[in-house]
């Protein structure tokens, strides 16, 4: 069994959960180097989406700075990408059409935000439509199958992931084909499970 880290970076950044797995298969396949070429049918085989979904994963991962089109192609057939490592200080890469750097938020300060959020409890005649639709028929499942999301020593709640995933559910960038609304919530449940409540070594 292997396992694979997700800086915070990464998993706190306000990108669609799709392009995070796109980052996470990519760095995996990548096995610490600093470029790969990639096949979009092959990934959008293994995250179950169409390769429109991937190209529109790829640009976003682009805009955010995690990674860069090389211009140039493998066997003259598939494009090759960088994987940066510049985000410890906050800026990202200047964009070929901005002509300046983007600031963005410190990864301390992103992380620090995006905990606030999920560790606040929420009532549930509070959360938004969506959420309380899918809180009505699911929580019963969800609180059985992902009981460490219970608030309890500053881990997060259920009821503020179930939330702050539909949130990303409805964004349009998040979810997409090949995924169901449940199936992205679960996704995303599974994530936060493993992300803010591992226990201590």
């Not at 669609?16 to 760095?27: E, I, P, V």
């Not at 002509?99 to 606030?116: A, C, D, F, I």
């Not at 219970?150 to 997409?176: F, H, I």
Request: glycine letters at 6%.
């Amino acid at each position: 069994m292997s396992f694979f880290q997700v800086p915070d970076y990464i998993f706190n950044s306000s990108i669609s959960l799709r392009a995070k797995f796109l980052w996470m298969l990519m760095s995996k396949n990548a096995a610490g180097a600093t470029e790969l070429w990639i096949k979009q049918a092959a990934l959008a085989e293994q995250l179950h989406c169409s390769r429109s979904s991937i190209g529109r994963a790829l640009r976003v991962l682009i805009e955010a700075g995690f990674i860069t089109d090389l211009k140039r192609r493998h066997l003259s057939r598939y494009k090759t990408y960088g994987l940066p490592n510049n985000h410890e200080t906050g800026f990202l890469s200047p964009s070929p059409d901005s002509g300046e750097g983007l600031r963005v938020r410190s990864p301390k300060t992103k992380r620090n935000e995006y905990q606030q959020e999920i560790c606040t409890p929420i009532p549930e005649e509070n959360l938004k439509p969506r959420a309380k639709e899918l809180w009505t028929t699911y929580k019963d499942i969800w609180r059985n199958q992902f009981s460490k999301l219970d608030g309890q020593s500053g881990r997060p709640y259920l009821e503020a992931c179930v939330q702050k995933a539909a949130n990303d559910l409805s964004d349009g960038m998040y979810g997409g084909k090949g995924c169901t609304q449940v199936e992205f919530i679960e996704s995303w449940l599974k994530t936060a499970t493993k992300m803010y409540c591992q226990e201590p070594n």
